[in-house]
């Protein structure tokens, strides 16, 4: 199943529109309120997003489908996937180029 066969199986027309519903919002409390790391990978940062390393379970993640970026490094993430044609399964490479 391809990621958008995966946004649609979910009703949903694009990634954003995922990011703003109820699912996604609950796990992100989850997260929260998990023993899991709190701070950017890279540099510490207590300010974080969530970076999905998989989309496998879209919509039903687990706690470990996800690592904690700041935004700066979130975004230098993604340009290096995308100058690789990586898919984000390679996050744990680009995560330890970018330490």
Request: charged share 30%.
């Amino acid at each position: 199943m391809t990621f958008k066969d995966r946004l649609k199986s979910l009703s949903f027309e694009t990634y954003a529109e995922y990011l703003e519903s109820d699912g996604w919002k609950s796990f992100r409390s989850s997260y929260k309120s998990s023993g899991r790391p709190k701070k950017c990978l890279v540099c510490g940062s207590k300010k974080i997003t969530l970076h999905h390393n998989t989309y496998i379970r879209l919509g039903r993640e687990l706690l470990t489908d996800v690592d904690p970026l700041c935004w700066d490094h979130h975004k230098r993430l993604h340009e290096i996937l995308s100058e690789n044609r990586w898919m984000v399964d390679k996050t744990a490479t680009v995560v330890a180029i970018l330490r």
